[in-house]
């Protein structure tokens, strides 16, 4: 009985060693909040604003039906560096300051889930004004996209921020490979992604595959092309994120 009573209280000491340890971590990874969470929003924000501002200059000269713009991707595209800059500036500073390695991912996982659900939950309710006003007073589609427009809220969510995940885990693969290997390592990994790529490219058109392929995402749900599949990248990349992180050299 006191084995027991013993071992149960050890449990929760690592436990509460481990939260400690995740939640110091998450307070580094948060000194700046504006390289973290800000960028994209202030991205979108400037977006919105340069394009209602042509709309609105040239709008008479535009169709109703081609006044869309691609401006959406200056939302995910603003937050690549987000991922390699914690990698390679952070996890030092937080390993200076007795993080430990696992405690520095469980910290990223928390502040990349946070994020995903932000993203998705901002983009939703930014779609929902854009629709209430209209394309922003000028007739404008930014984010009411017709290959993203979901009925439902939080399925719009999931179709804004998933994909933001998936890039999140695609960047920071890649600031851990710079990290352990170097920028040469970074390069042979840009040239064997480059080499499978054109591998399965070759059998798909080989095998005539490459239209059934096309014609199978072309045919699925919104929600499976952009919440769904996505999920694979977040596996393939965020756990080879984990593994180099935990051999990365402070």
């Excluded at 449990?11 to 340890?21: G, M």
């Excluded at 948060?30 to 991205?43: D, M, Q, R, V, Y």
């Excluded at 920028?183 to 059998?203: E, I, K, R, S, Y």
Aim: glycine content about 8%; overall charge positive.
């Amino acid at each position: 009985m006191t084995e027991t009573i013993r071992a149960a209280e050890t449990i929760r000491a690592t436990k509460t060693i481990k939260a400690t340890e995740t939640v110091k971590a998450l307070r580094i990874q948060l000194l700046k909040p504006g390289s973290t969470f800000a960028i994209p929003w202030f991205s979108i924000g400037i977006a919105i604003a340069l394009c209602t501002a042509l709309f609105a200059v040239i709008g008479h000269q535009v169709p109703y039906h081609s006044r869309s713009t691609g401006a959406l991707s200056a939302f995910y595209l603003s937050s690549v560096g987000v991922q390699p800059w914690l990698v390679t500036q952070l996890f030092p500073f937080s390993a200076a300051l007795s993080v430990t390695r696992r405690a520095f991912i469980r910290a990223t996982v928390l502040l990349v889930l946070a994020e995903t659900v932000i993203a998705g939950l901002g983009l939703a309710l930014l779609n929902k004004i854009e629709i209430g006003t209209d394309g922003w007073f000028v007739h404008m589609r930014l984010l009411d996209l017709p290959y993203v427009h979901q009925d439902d809220y939080f399925t719009q969510a999931l179709v804004y921020g998933v994909p933001m995940m998936a890039l999140t885990s695609v960047t920071a693969f890649l600031g851990a490979v710079f990290r352990v290997f170097g920028q040469f390592g970074l390069w042979v990994c840009f040239v064997a992604m480059a080499v499978l790529a054109a591998a399965v490219v070759a059998v798909l058109f080989l095998a005539h595959g490459m239209g059934h392929v096309g014609h199978f995402f072309a045919t699925q749900p919104m929600l499976a092309d952009f919440a769904l599949y996505p999920l694979a990248l977040v596996a393939l990349f965020g756990t080879g994120w984990a593994v180099l992180m935990l051999r990365s050299r402070v």
